[in-house]
């Protein structure tokens, strides 16, 4: 008698078909190559387009570069040559258990809010006094955080793809079989594995746009920012 099969198990028995057959850090690899491409090319639109603020103009791009990303994570589970891993009896059900989520009171977010306002004055203040090295300080800071992401997601592929190939190609297609199966809906899988490494990769970026803005005002791409003498010419020539 097989044993009770549960999500885990079957995670784990789709991530090393995965492995053996279905190239997934290749892939992914591939995926977060395109995604970071699509936001250079949407930042460089938006400025050719006059959005001249960094750190508005790389917030925007970043949001797209992951609705693209996850666009692709569902291109993925549509493709047809993608190798199909044996389906496996489901005997028994499983109890499903949904999480609790606390929602914070409106004290607490209000105060958190005024001690942000507070104190992002002197936060700034400071910035004045910064020195020469404090931009390619940060800018290694955020090149170091995208890295870290990207490579995290993809040595974390496998265990993506499977989570995906369970709650998206699977439930869809053999839905009365795997019904007992806990599963989930595959944006909520995706955004629950990936949220945290492009949400630390948006934080580093913008944060770097936004101590950039405020150290070479002048400066409206990271070209200006690391050689603000290129803009001086340009605007002494347009006074």
Not at 57 to 76: C, D, N, T, V
Not at 164 to 171: A, E, H, I, P, T
């Amino acid at each position: 008698m097989r044993p009770p099969l549960n999500r885990e198990s079957e995670i784990a028995r789709l991530r090393e078909r995965l492995e053996r057959f279905g190239f997934p850090r290749l892939r992914m690899l591939l995926i977060v190559s395109l995604t970071g491409a699509c936001g250079f090319v949407t930042s460089a639109v938006l400025l050719h387009a006059g959005m001249l603020s960094m750190p508005v103009r790389y917030a925007i791009a970043l949001l797209i570069a992951y609705a693209i990303f996850l666009g692709l994570l569902r291109l993925w589970m549509r493709d047809p040559h993608l190798t199909n891993p044996d389906i496996p009896d489901v005997p028994g059900s499983s109890s499903l258990s949904s999480p609790t989520s606390s929602v914070p009171s409106g004290r607490t977010s209000s105060a958190a809010h005024d001690s942000s306002s507070a104190g992002s004055g002197s936060w700034f203040d400071g910035l004045d006094g910064a020195d020469e090295f404090t931009v390619p300080l940060m800018l290694v800071i955020a090149a170091v955080t995208v890295l870290f992401a990207s490579l995290w997601i993809v040595v974390s592929a496998p265990t993506l793809f499977a989570e995906l190939f369970l709650d998206g190609v699977l439930s869809a297609s053999l839905y009365h079989r795997l019904r007992k199966l806990e599963t989930r809906h595959w944006l909520d899988t995706a955004l629950r594995r990936t949220i945290v490494p492009f949400g630390a990769t948006a934080l580093a970026v913008v944060l770097f746009a936004v101590v950039a803005k405020h150290l070479v005002p002048t400066a409206h791409s990271l070209t200006g920012v690391l050689h603000p003498q290129r803009t001086q010419p340009v605007l002494e020539s347009t006074r």
